[in-house]
């Protein structure tokens, strides 16, 4: 007996370190992030991404093409799959082997990849708002000078924030911009003109004469979470607010952002309360129990996705103002962009493929046709693609209405993804009651302060 | 006869080294880690004992230290519970179509955890959820099972219960089906009730078998990570949040991996502890 507990403890101390401390070795994998969050992308198999290199690197041999491994994720990973043949054809020395995974899958490969310079890939797709430590590492490319062009054309902010010490490591893609979209049937049944809701009172006005017969005007995201802080966020963008300051500090006694909390709080009894992306939420908008919703554009992709049979039911509005005298400034989500690592091979041909992507008007169509991605290359707004009519939200244009908007002033993401946890984890406190909104951004903020040291 | 000596020893040594360069390799880099601040693309600093001097002080480690042991202690004691009355209610002689059943109770430890998460996700679901709809449906009040604090953990443990007991039962059957049918009969002839059968004899020769159990699924308990990374993301205010979570976000979102591994190795000491008093507490008492 005695003896089998000496070989017991040995053994359970093997298990364990084996199964936990193992898991923290830097070059080990973290436990991958649900794709299914965020995005619908199929998962490659680690073992998937040795193969695929192996047999780019025959193919390359056999064709003296130069290969170049792309990594992205949902529908930039279809965009990309859609412009490969004529991107090849345009071409002809390069072939695209591309790899699909999640956002923040891609994004922990990626800084494993940088930090080791093991199985770097040609070309990545990075989460902009979470880049500026990827910016400072020193492992990727600086595209400034091939960019140069360009640089003018990007809406305002998103260069800057694939920018660190002057120089550009990424090139901007996309940009998610507010959106209220809106159940027509809904809104004339009950008697609300959408071209009187102009401020988010008369939203809100709005919202109580649904809320008598239990219909819902817009929806928060709760348990609020990291997506929930940047549905928050997205508001507080468009009300020109900021958490830090130029240098990377945290404003002080930020009184707007208290407000935004309050606001934001305020909202709830009007709100249809969800888990972020819970199939549920297009339930509602089916069954009519959310009337609108106020979020960022890649909603409207999804809606028709997951809602088609509210074809021609749908419209959208202005972003409503925070005041009659307020300028017209639309929040932000965030956005993506695409970064060229240092250690790639073939440095022309990813540029190529960046260059094409982003900035050239077959690239720019093709993200938006495919993906219903908007480019953050505002330069190219007025491409026929992008400001034709959709049937879906009752033949209105996305892209001609977010013309009458001033641009936001520039948003500082630092340290983000701690601060987008924090928020979330304050916005619940004060929508479970524990607190009131003043005080959960009191909270809020001396928390970021703390563990950001900004 | 010295090279007959030597020989086991030369079997052993390409295990050994393996093992060395796999596993105590990493784990004792993980260890130095600890005691470095590192952001992974620069060089690490060492900081002595700083980060975890940080960590004992941080009430967020101190809330998913505490959401962790809760979990999975009630984890551990319902699902084992339950993995000993399914595997004694297979292992019945009266119970029909038993490979139905063990295939049946094996099936969600199968299925992808992303998809099981999805999936009860929309059972909690406030609005729309299976659970509440039920609930309504019988004249009871509905509950917001994901988005209340004081529920949420508990609902997503009764995930992990439903998804594991079947998979430790066939474990317990396993158990069971090692006990020789003598000892039974011999009890029998001698008068004892089923459930003294059950006490005396069953429960007692099954010990090893549920102390592997409750040691393997204690491993994995402490170790709660996907479904509420999937259904809550660690809310709300921090209720589902726990330490793999906790250490998963400072080393790979934060940047911060010499405090993620502060934290990994300190879950480490505590599931070792919970590991030697399981193994103390089954040696020296009776079920």
Redesign the interface.
């Known amino acids: 007996m005695k003896k089998t507990?000496h070989i017991?403890?040995p053994f359970?101390?093997f298990?364990?370190?084996?199964?936990?401390?193992?898991?923290?070795?830097?070059?080990?994998a973290?436990?991958a992030?649900?794709?299914?969050?965020e995005a619908s992308a199929s998962q490659p198999t680690a073992a998937a991404q040795p193969a695929a290199a192996t047999e780019s690197t025959s193919a390359e041999a056999a064709s003296s093409k130069d290969v170049i491994t792309v990594w992205a994720w949902g529908e930039a990973a279809a965009v990309i799959k859609a412009i490969k043949s004529d991107f090849e054809t345009q071409n002809p020395d390069v072939e695209i082997n591309l790899v699909e995974m999640g956002p923040w899958d891609l994004m922990?490969k990626l800084?494993v990849a940088?930090?080791t310079g093991e199985d770097v890939p040609d070309v990545a797709e990075v989460v902009r708002r979470?880049f500026p430590?990827y910016a400072?590492?020193?492992?990727l490319l600086d595209l400034t000078d091939m960019a140069a062009a360009y640089k003018d054309g990007f809406t305002t902010g998103s260069v800057a924030e694939v920018s660190y010490d002057g120089k550009l490591y990424a090139m901007p893609t996309e940009t998610s911009y507010s959106v209220f979209a809106y159940n027509k049937e809904i809104f004339a049944q009950y008697g609300i003109d959408p071209a009187q809701l102009q401020t988010w009172d008369d939203v809100k006005a709005a919202g109580e004469k649904l809320n008598a017969d239990g219909i819902k005007i817009i929806y928060q995201i709760?348990?609020?979470?990291?997506?929930?802080s940047m549905l928050w966020n997205l508001f507080f963008i468009s009300r020109g607010g900021n958490i830090f300051d130029e240098n990377g500090k945290v404003i002080r006694d930020n009184q707007l952002a208290s407000d935004t909390f309050r606001w934001y709080y305020d909202m709830k009894d009007v709100s249809?309360?969800?888990?972020?992306s819970?199939?549920?939420l297009y339930?509602?908008i089916k069954d009519g129990?959310l009337a609108a919703v106020a979020t960022d554009s890649a909603a409207l992709s999804s809606i028709k996705t997951q809602a088609p049979e509210m074809a021609g039911k749908w419209a959208f509005i202005p972003w409503p103002r925070w005041s009659q005298d307020d300028p017209k400034v639309l929040g932000r989500w965030g956005g993506s962009a695409f970064t060229i690592p240092a250690k790639t091979k073939h440095p022309e041909a990813a540029w190529k493929l960046v260059e094409y992507l982003t900035v050239t008007d077959e690239g720019i169509t093709a993200m938006w046709e495919t993906g219903s991605l908007l480019t953050s290359y505002q330069a190219a707004w007025d491409l026929p693609a992008l400001t034709a009519t959709d049937p879906f939200y009752s033949d209105m244009s996305f892209v001609d209405m977010l013309k009458d908007y001033e641009a936001a002033p520039p948003y500082y993401w630092v340290?983000w993804?701690?601060t987008q946890?924090i928020l979330?984890?304050h916005i619940?406190?004060m929508?479970?009651g524990?607190s009131t909104p003043e005080e959960a951004w009191a909270a809020a903020e001396a928390e970021i302060i703390a563990k950001t040291e900004k | 006869m010295k090279s007959q000596r030597i020989a086991p020893h030369l079997f052993l040594l390409p295990f050994f080294l393996m093992f060395a360069v796999f596993w105590i390799y990493p784990i004792l880099y993980s260890f130095y880690v600890s005691l470095t601040q590192w952001d992974v693309f620069h060089a690490p600093q060492f900081i002595g004992l700083k980060n975890y001097v940080q960590l004992f002080s941080d009430p967020e480690f101190h809330t998913a230290m505490a959401n962790t042991f809760m979990a999975a202690v009630v984890y551990i004691a319902v699902m084992v519970s339950l993995a000993i009355v399914l595997g004694l209610l297979l292992g019945l002689a009266q119970i029909r179509f038993k490979s139905f059943f063990r295939a049946a109770f094996f099936l969600p430890v199968t299925m992808s955890l992303v998809v099981v998460a999805i999936v009860f996700g929309m059972i909690f679901s406030n609005d729309f959820g299976l659970l509440n709809v039920l609930l309504s449906g019988l004249g009871l009040p509905t509950f917001n099972w994901l988005g209340d604090p004081k529920l949420a953990l508990w609902s997503i443990v009764a995930l992990r219960v439903w998804r594991a007991a079947g998979y430790y039962a066939i474990f317990i059957l396993a158990g069971l089906q090692n006990i020789p049918e003598e000892l039974y009969e011999a009890a029998r002839l001698d008068g004892a009730s089923e459930q003294q059968i059950i006490r005396k004899i069953t429960l007692p020769l099954l010990k090893p078998m549920v102390l592997y159990v409750i040691i393997i699924s204690s491993i994995w308990a402490f170790q709660l990570f996907d479904e509420p990374w999937v259904l809550t993301r660690g809310g709300p205010v921090r209720s589902t949040l726990t330490m793999m979570m906790y250490l998963y976000s400072y080393s790979f979102k934060y940047y911060q991996f010499g405090y993620g591994a502060a934290a990994s190795t300190v879950l480490t000491a505590i599931i070792l502890l919970f590991a030697f008093l399981n193994l103390k507490i089954f040696r020296t008492s009776e079920i």
């Open positions: 507990n017991t403890i359970v101390i298990l364990i370190l084996s199964l936990i401390l193992a898991s923290c070795a830097p070059a080990t973290a436990p992030e649900p794709a299914a969050a922990d800084l940088l930090s979470v430590p400072q590492s020193g492992q709760m348990p609020t979470g990291p997506s929930g249809w309360l969800s888990p972020y819970a199939p549920t339930q509602a129990t340290n993804s701690q946890t979330g984890t619940d406190e929508f479970v524990a």
